[in-house]
């Protein structure tokens, strides 16, 4: 939610360190009321004081921490910013779960989920495709194959990694 007034005022705006104070300010208040099953979420839509917030409260806390960037806007630069956002702070072992908030469908927002998942290492069980790119010594529709194969093993769930080169320096 929105910073309380009092903590805009003392920062003099939103920051990482008022993001994170709000977060444990608030988590104190519902303990002391008796409830303790807490989940942190601290998502701002600056990435880099997304990314800060998350550290100080990891720091601060033990509060198990629902880690997102939000209003990250469409899915072409959403991603992008989802995929620092969230799997810089994966990578560091923070956050226990995972919100990618897309201007688009839902379906969208669980597709780049998983996809922030494997390649931050934490999910294994699917089949990774890796491609050269495409240069002048590629003679043949490397792309169309890539997406074909992509089709074609979209479902497998077990660990395997399939190389498609583009030519013979690289395969």
Avoid: W
């Amino acid at each position: 939610g929105s910073l309380e007034k009092e903590i805009l005022a003392e920062y003099g705006g939103v920051c990482a360190e008022g993001l994170a104070e709000s977060a444990i300010k608030n988590a104190e208040i519902l303990e002391q009321l008796g409830f303790n099953d807490i989940v942190l979420s601290l998502k701002a839509s600056d990435v880099k004081m997304n990314n800060e917030a998350y550290r100080i409260v990891d720091r601060k806390s033990d509060y198990p921490l629902h880690i997102g960037v939000t209003e990250a806007g469409t899915v072409n630069s959403g991603i992008i910013k989802s995929s620092i956002g969230i799997g810089a702070l994966l990578l560091d072992g923070i956050g226990d779960t995972v919100r990618v908030s897309l201007s688009d469908s839902p379906v969208e927002e669980v597709y780049a989920a998983k996809k922030i998942l494997r390649a931050a290492g934490i999910d294994k069980n699917y089949c990774e495709i890796v491609s050269c790119p495409t240069c002048s010594r590629c003679k043949y529709d490397l792309i169309g194959i890539v997406r074909e194969m992509q089709d074609y093993v979209k479902d497998i769930r077990i660990p395997m990694k399939i190389a498609v080169m583009g030519c013979v320096v690289n395969g």
